[in-house]
């Protein structure tokens, strides 16, 4: 079974302190890895797709980058207007779900 | 701008009063989504179409329903609402090829009174 986990639940950022969010997956066969951002009450924002170890991609402030066993979202010089949860989500090629979610980071940034 | 558009953004109904939500996209994608979220869990899959064709994930109560008219629209019907069913309802499309991205829409807060 497909599963996603992402670390740490909760994060509390000073304005301009760069940190990572971990998302660690196990897939039979990822087609690919994808983060969201969630603000309360709406919807997850598509932020990137990941599809093989190696591939980074970046926008504005936030990076993502993919290894065969886990993804990070490195945020360089935070600012308030980031504050959000961040989702990871993977599609494998043996899942029975379309996209299996982790829990998410709670991401807060200080000014 | 190409869109998904859920209404309402907020409903309130009453312990067993059927309600129905809908969702619109104007991205002509083949695929549609419904996802229930509660508070600080992640969205869990309640079934979704590729073109007119229905899947159901095997955990998603009897209680729920959904119809796809056509390309554009579909729609959640929760027949006899409980207290659990509180949630956030969210809508998402896709392309049909596995590795596509899933693009999401507001949401509709629900409220069972």
């Known amino acids: 079974e497909d599963q996603v986990t992402q670390s740490p639940e909760a994060l509390r950022l000073q304005e301009g302190e760069s940190s990572s969010l971990n998302c660690s997956y196990t897939v039979s066969g990822l087609r690919g890895l994808f983060w969201y951002r969630q603000d309360p009450g709406k919807g997850p924002e598509f932020l990137f797709t990941?599809?093989?170890a190696g591939e980074e991609k970046e926008k504005e402030r936030l990076k993502a980058t993919l290894t065969k066993k886990e993804s990070f979202l490195h945020i360089t010089a935070p600012k308030p207007e980031d504050s959000a949860t961040y989702l990871c989500?993977?599609?494998?090629?043996?899942?029975?779900?379309?996209?299996?979610f982790g829990k998410g980071t709670r991401l807060s940034v200080i000014a | 701008d190409a869109m998904v558009i859920q209404n309402p953004r907020y409903q309130v109904t009453q312990f067993g009063k059927p309600v129905t939500l809908s969702c619109s996209q104007t991205?002509?994608?083949?695929?549609m989504y419904w996802y229930q979220q509660k508070s600080s869990q992640a969205p869990k899959l309640l079934f979704h179409?590729?073109?007119?064709?229905?899947?159901n994930e095997a955990d998603t109560p009897d209680n729920f329903q959904s119809r796809r008219p056509n390309t554009s629209f579909c729609f959640l019907d929760i027949r006899s609402p409980g207290l659990g069913d509180a949630a956030m309802y969210l809508c998402?499309?896709?392309?049909?090829?596995?590795?596509?991205?899933?693009?999401f829409g507001p949401g509709t807060r629900l409220l069972v009174l």
């Open positions: 179409y590729y073109d007119k064709d229905f899947n």
């Open positions: 989500a993977v599609s494998s090629w043996g899942g029975n779900t379309p996209l299996v």
């Open positions: 990941l599809y093989s």
């Open positions: 991205l002509n994608h083949n695929v």
């Open positions: 998402a499309t896709s392309r049909p090829q596995g590795q596509e991205t899933q693009y």
